[in-house]
Every structure is written in structure tokens, then in C-alpha cells.
């Protein structure tokens, strides 16, 4: 809606004024699972890839539930929130009374996968996939091999991401990759222009529900494209 609409939500961090980032604004995983004991220890991007994952199955109309063989591909990220993990680490001191027990789910790669299957009662071929940009569309092209290949009939597949954090963006920032300057946020991501300075960082999910098209039809599925 925001594409058609031609919103964008630029604008500068408080820990660096000299960048300008793109967050979703008024987001809450909550709205999209409910209350969920596992909830703290989804990052902001798994939280992304989790709600659009409980989104696309509410939009396939299979909320209710998935055949037990359905697979799940997912693209992810490193978790480069450093900082806001660990606000008081010094000469390698992590430790402390207010790390939780289980604080290394939030940096393990397949803690998105392990959460989603969890909430959709998904229970066939599960597989993270962690090629950088490329992740989330390597795991849609995953799961399509899968079902062309009579493996599976049906796949969940996508991904979703954040750096919007000190870490992350520190980490583009030390590459060279994003914008820096003063220009309006609004005028600061120019990727065709001659005088671009890097792109702008954002965050977000997307998920898509894979079918064999016979059996899609069947169920009388509303069917948005073919691969």
C-alpha cells in the first residue's frame, strides 16, 4: 500500500545523524501472534519474518492449519545488534544478571524457522537459508525445485530482515555502502543518479504460500501467480 501510495517512512537515527534509515513504523509482532512465550528472543528482524509468515497463511486461508509434510525455507541475516545485546560488554565480558538463560537463540540463524514452524504446526523439510541479499529469494527458489521435483506439495517460503540498529548500520557504514550526508531524507536514496552516495537501509518481511498448481486448484486456492 505504501508503494502504490508513494510513502516512504526516511528519516535519521538518534545515534547518527549523518545516515538515514527507513523503518516500519508502528509495528508490533504482537498484532500478527499474540502472546507467544518465545517472543523475546525474536530480534526485530525475525520478528519481520515471523509475522509475515502468519500473514501469508491467513491470506492463503490455511490459518487453521498446514498438511503435516509442508516445508519451510527461510532466508536470514547475522544478528549484528552488538550493542543493544550486550550494552555493557568490555574486554570480553558478555556475562551478566540480566542475560538470559537462552540469549544465543537470538543470534542462531534458524531461530526464525524454529519459531515459525512452532506457530504454524509445521512439521516437514526445514532449511534457513543465509546467503546475504540473496537469502530470501534463494529460499522461494528452494522451495519452488522442491515442489517442481515431487518432493514436497507445498512450502512456505521467504524471509525478512532489520538493520537499523547501531551494529548494522555501523557495519555498511565502515563498507562504504550507505548514504551519507545532508540532504532531505526524502531526496537521500538516488540509486540511478550520477551523484548517489549509497543506499538507504530499511526492514521487513515477506512470505509466499508454494503449491502444486493441481492441488492448489483443488482446494479452490486464490492463486496470485505461477512460478
Known amino acids: 500500500d505504501n508503494l502504490k501510495k508513494g510513502y516512504v517512512s526516511f528519516t535519521r537515527p538518534a545515534f547518527d545523524s549523518d545516515v538515514v534509515i527507513s523503518p516500519v513504523i508502528g509495528f508490533s509482532v504482537k498484532d500478527y501472534i499474540g502472546?507467544?512465550?518465545?517472543?523475546?528472543?525474536?530480534?526485530?528482524?525475525t520478528q519481520f519474518s515471523v509475522a509475515a509468515?502468519?500473514?501469508?497463511?491467513a491470506g492463503a486461508g490455511l490459518a487453521a492449519g498446514l498438511p503435516q509434510e509442508c516445508g519451510l525455507f527461510v532466508g536470514t541475516g547475522p544478528n549484528l545488534d552488538i550493542s543493544g545485546e550486550f550494552p555493557d560488554f568490555h574486554r570480553g565480558a558478555m556475562?551478566?544478571?540480566?542475560?538470559?538463560?537462552?540469549?544465543?537463540?537470538?543470534?542462531?540463524?534458524?531461530?526464525a524457522a524454529s519459531?515459525?514452524?512452532?506457530?504454524?504446526?509445521i512439521h516437514g523439510e526445514n532449511a534457513t537459508i543465509t546467503t546475504a541479499c540473496a537469502a530470501s529469494l534463494q529460499a522461494i527458489g528452494e522451495?519452488?525445485?522442491?515442489?517442481?521435483?515431487?518432493?514436497?506439495?507445498m512450502a512456505l517460503a521467504g524471509g525478512g530482515d532489520s538493520r537499523l540498529h547501531p551494529g548494522g548500520v555501523l557495519a555498511y557504514r565502515k563498507a562504504?555502502?550507505?548514504?551519507?550526508?545532508?540532504?532531505?531524507?526524502?531526496?537521500a536514496s538516488r540509486p540511478f543518479d550520477m551523484d548517489r552516495k549509497g543506499f538507504v537501509p530499511g526492514e521487513g518481511g515477506a512470505f509466499f504460500i508454494l503449491e502444486e498448481l493441481n492441488k492448489a486448484r483443488r482446494r479452490g486456492a486464490r492463486i496470485l501467480g505461477e512460478v
Open 95 to 111: 556475562d551478566g544478571e540480566e542475560l538470559a538463560a537462552l540469549w544465543m537463540l537470538r543470534f542462531l540463524p534458524n531461530t
Open 35 to 45: 502472546r507467544f512465550k518465545n517472543s523475546r528472543y525474536l530480534t526485530r528482524g
Open 53 to 57: 509468515a502468519m500473514s501469508a497463511l
Open 176 to 187: 562504504q555502502a550507505l548514504y551519507t550526508g545532508t540532504l532531505d531524507p526524502q531526496q
Open 143 to 153: 522451495a519452488f525445485r522442491k515442489i517442481k521435483d515431487g518432493y514436497l506439495d
Open 115 to 121: 519459531a515459525i514452524a512452532q506457530l504454524a504446526g
